[in-house]
Structures are given as C-alpha cells and as structure tokens.
C-alpha cells in the first residue's frame, strides 16, 4: 500500500506545476501530502477503521472549511488553507469513524444543517464537536451519541445550538 501512495504522490507532484501559479502553492501541496501520508496510517489504526480509499490534497470552495468528509471512504484537505495538516487529518478522520458507527447521525446532521444557511448549526451540532474535540485531544467523547429525535427536537424548539454549545465548552472545544 505504501507502494501506491508513494507513486500517487509522484504523480501529483508531476500535475502540481500545471494546476498552481506560484511556488508557494506547490510548497504547500508537497507538504501537505507529505505529513498526510506520514500520518494516516497511525491515526486509521487510532480510530480503528480502514484508510478511506480516496485522500484527496485539494481546494475547497467553503470558506471556512480545512478539510471535507464525502462518507467513510473519502476526505479532501486543502493544503492552501491556513492550519495543523495532522489536526485537520485527525478531524476528518473522525469524520469517516462517524459514519461508521453514526451514520443515522451524519445523514442526518447533512440533511438538517447547512452550513451556508448558519455557520453556527454547522460550528455547534453534534458532530463537528465531536471532531474538532477528537482532532485536538485525542480522546473520544461520543459527542455524536445523542438520538436523532433528540436532535431534532431540540432543533425545533430552538435550542439546538445553545445545547451544543454547552457540550462543546463541557469538552473544552476551543472554537466554543
């Protein structure tokens, strides 16, 4: 395996100079595949799940997003977006061990909160909570262990965010 990441990594490098203006911009690329293939073995077997199959160092649209989860077999870091490589890895990680054992959660934390219509249902829900504590602690908190109905009752009523809020400051999330 390491055979094939070491040879997608040369063929990236090799496409690198078409796609991006700068050196700088490719600097960073390199170094952002770099610490991701020095570091994801070690975290998938962390989190005990498989390497997702597509580990994608690119752009993202979203303004305030390091990294993308698109489910358990795929994550995309944006090497031009200021932050820890490894910690926004740990992050998205979590991300594909969530949908592992949360995926009645993520669906419906996709389907429910948008982060283009209130960052803040995106910044306090469940489940980036849980990642942004995983990828700066460590530990595992089960932030995501609450039932669907719960959620959307809170939603409905309106305290949604003010009871994530409460957890995430419980769990000491920085971004609270």
């Not at 050196?23 to 997702?52: G, Q, S, T, Y």
């Not at 009871?163 to 419980?170: E, G, L, V």
Request: hydrophobic share 40%; charged share 30%.
């Amino acid at each position: 395996m390491k055979e094939n990441i070491a040879y997608f990594l040369m063929w990236i490098f090799s496409k690198i100079d078409k796609f991006l203006a700068s050196d700088e911009e490719k600097k960073l690329f390199k170094k952002c595949a770099l610490r991701v293939n020095a570091h994801i073995d070690e975290e998938c077997e962390k989190l005990h799940i498989k390497k997702p199959r597509f580990v994608i160092i690119g752009l993202i649209s979203s303004s305030i997003s390091l990294g993308e989860c698109y489910g358990a077999n795929c994550i995309r870091i944006d090497p031009l977006k200021e932050g820890d490589y490894v910690k926004t890895l740990r992050h998205e990680l979590r991300h594909c061990w969530q949908w592992k054992h949360y995926a009645n959660i993520m669906r419906w934390t996709r389907i429910n909160l948008d982060k283009r219509v209130d960052r803040n249902q995106y910044w306090y829900n469940p489940v980036e909570i849980d990642a942004r504590v995983y990828a700066e602690h460590s530990v595992d908190s089960n932030i995501v262990d609450i039932p669907v109905d719960s959620l959307s009752a809170m939603k409905e009523n309106g305290s949604l965010i003010e009871q994530m809020w409460i957890i995430a400051n419980f769990y000491g999330d920085i971004h609270a």
